[in-house]
């Protein structure tokens, strides 16, 4: 198989599948595992996909942006132990603020029996932090159909009231040049709202967000502590720990 014959095999098989390991691009190729890693970082040099760890996206748009459903079922071993570990961090008599999102969700049943207060914007939240008998505070305004998330000026005027131990933020984007950032400039201002009022401030984030730059700048990496795992391409997160503090969440 020629060189662009191979890379019009990877794009066609990343528009079917949007993320595929390198193993399966050997198989349905026949090429050796360097070349396909050769062809992987010349597709990348053209923009034309995202080297993630063990294979490969397709480059997002800025401005597009997964929704709730789409989120919660990818990567969710990844997530669970990200939302383990920042749960980790929470203790008794904290008030957090726990941002809308999948990887966020997943913190609440590692929060079952503490007793903390609870304020979000998410309404995919709500009602697990009401089962888990956790005293929960919700941010008014609008709510997107994609994300479940409270936004505009009803949330924007809400979260003047309150003031945040800890804060914890799902994010689509990690770079360190731009910082943290998001496709909806909406939700990055309730984002930059949260990170203000708190008194320390965790970004969640699995391995896909690493080095992805989208619409809107939520801060830069200096405001906040980043939390991922083990899957998120090392060199990546090298070079972010420059500017921030990182804990990397290993596979048990």
Known sequence: MLTFERHEEILARLQEVKVV?????VEA?????STIRRDLTDLEQQKKIKRVHGGASLVTRRKDEPSLLEKSTKYSEEKRRIAKEAASLVSDGDTIYIDAGSTTQAMIPHLRGKDIVAITNGLNII???????IKTYVLGGY????????????????????????????????????GYSTPDPEEALIKQQAIARAAST?????????GDVTFAKVADLKEASLITSDKADEMIVEQLKEQTAITVVKET
């Open 29 to 33: 190729t026949g090429a050796s595992e």
């Open 143 to 178: 709510v997107k159909s994609g994300t479940r998330a409270f936004v505009g000026s009803g949330a924007f005027q809400s979260i003047q009231s309150y003031q945040f131990d800890l804060a914890f933020l799902g994010i689509n984007g990690v770079d360190k040049h731009t």
């Open 127 to 133: 009602t697990d932090l009401v089962d888990a008998n």
């Open 202 to 210: 965790y970004i969640l984030a699995d391995h896909t967000k690493m």
């Open 21 to 25: 390991k390198l193993a399966e691009l």
